[in-house]
C-alpha cells in the first residue's frame, strides 16, 4: 500500500464549476500536509501546505485536513481553463522528513 | 530572476550505456534534491544536498545511481548502466535553505524525459 494515495483521473469539469480533489494516506505520524500544482512538461509547484487537521484558505483555493479519517482535500472555486493541471498531494511527518507524494490528479477544466 | 534550469531536456539511450543529467539551481539556494517521476507514480524522492553534501542518499534506486554537487551549485545525476526501467522524467528542486526536507518552498526545474531503448 502506497503512503499516500489519490485517484489519478482523468477529471474534466466546466469553467466555474467548484473541483474538489482528494487523497488519502496510510501514515498516522504524518503532520505535514502539501498541493502542488503540475503543468504538462513543467516541474511541480508548492500550491498550499497545511500543519494538523483544519483548513487553509488562499483565494480560489482551500485546503483541508482531516486527520481523524487521514483525507486531504482540495477545493478549487470558480475554476478556469488555467486551472487544468495534474495536481499532487503530498505530507511529511516533520519538517525535517522526506516528502512523500501521491501519483497525482489529472483536471481539465472545459471553457 | 532565473528558475532551475535541467539539461538536458530530452535524453534517449540505449540499455547499457551511461547518462549524465545536469541540474543548474537557483543562485543562492544551498538545497537541492533530485526526485524521478513516472507515468502514474508521483514524485519519488532519490537524493538531498545540502551545499556539496548528501546527508541522505537512501533514495537513490540502486548502486548505478549516484550524484554530485560541485561549489554549492550545479549537480549532476549519472545513471551507469541504463536499463529500461530507469525510464522516468527526473525533476530537480532547489531551496534556499532550511531543514533537509522543510516545507521551504522548493522550486522544480522542468525536469530531463530519460527514455532507455
Known amino acids: 500500500q502506497k503512503e499516500v494515495e489519490q485517484d489519478p483521473g482523468p477529471l474534466s469539469v466546466p469553467e466555474g464549476a467548484i473541483v474538489s480533489l482528494n487523497c488519502t494516506y496510510s501514515?498516522?505520524?504524518?503532520?505535514?500536509f502539501m498541493w502542488y500544482r503540475q503543468y504538462s512538461r513543467k516541474g511541480p509547484e508548492l500550491l498550499m501546505y497545511t500543519y494538523s487537521s483544519g483548513n487553509k484558505e488562499d483565494g480560489r483555493f482551500t485546503a483541508q485536513v482531516d486527520k481523524s479519517s487521514k483525507y486531504i482535500s482540495l477545493f478549487i472555486r470558480d475554476s478556469q481553463p488555467s486551472d487544468s493541471a495534474t495536481y499532487l498531494c503530498?505530507?511529511?511527518?516533520?519538517?525535517?522528513?522526506?516528502?512523500?507524494f501521491g501519483p497525482g490528479t489529472s483536471l481539465s477544466v472545459i471553457p | 530572476g532565473a528558475g532551475v534550469s535541467q539539461s538536458p531536456s530530452n535524453k534517449v539511450t540505449e540499455k547499457g550505456k551511461d547518462v549524465e543529467l545536469r541540474c543548474d539551481p537557483i543562485s543562492g539556494h544551498t538545497a537541492l534534491y533530485w526526485y524521478r517521476q513516472s507515468l502514474g507514480q508521483g514524485l519519488e524522492f532519490l537524493i538531498y544536498?545540502?551545499?556539496?553534501?548528501?546527508?541522505?542518499k537512501s533514495g537513490l534506486p540502486s548502486d548505478r545511481f549516484s550524484a554530485e554537487r560541485t561549489g554549492g551549485s550545479v549537480s549532476t545525476l549519472t545513471i551507469q548502466r541504463t536499463q529500461q526501467e530507469d525510464s522516468a522524467v527526473y525533476l530537480c528542486?532547489?531551496?534556499?535553505?532550511?531543514?533537509?526536507?522543510?516545507?521551504?518552498?522548493?522550486?522544480f526545474g522542468p525536469g530531463t524525459r530519460l527514455t532507455v531503448l
Open positions: 503530498a505530507a511529511m511527518k516533520t519538517s525535517y522528513d522526506k516528502v512523500i
Open positions: 544536498f545540502q551545499g556539496n553534501s548528501a546527508p541522505d
Open positions: 501514515n498516522s505520524a504524518f503532520q505535514y
Open positions: 528542486a532547489s531551496s534556499p535553505e532550511g531543514g533537509p526536507y522543510s516545507t521551504d518552498t522548493q522550486y
